[in-house]
């Protein structure tokens, strides 16, 4: 899937689509932290997850603790 970064106007036009107008200063740096959101999603796409069960599947009082390294 090709990856087109987000730019300033496109950021403030999504924002104010979404009823969150954002002030002239601001796009740039909306459009850097949505970048960025999206390449670390990316990334978590890509990974191979496998046999993992899902986090319902654990059950954090039945573990064993011991000193043993």
């Given at each position: 899937?090709?990856?087109v970064e987000l730019t300033p106007p496109?950021?403030?036009?999504w924002a104010a689509r979404?009823?969150?107008p954002l002030p002239d200063d601001r796009h740039a740096a909306v459009a850097a932290t949505a970048n960025h959101i999206h390449s670390v999603v990316?990334?978590?796409?890509d990974l191979d997850?496998?046999?993992?069960?899902?986090?319902?599947?654990?059950r954090a009082g039945k573990e064993?603790?011991?000193?043993a390294v």
């Open positions: 899937m090709p990856s496109e950021a403030a036009r979404a009823g969150l990316s990334v978590l796409r997850f496998g046999d993992t069960p899902p986090a319902g599947a654990y064993k603790h011991d000193a």
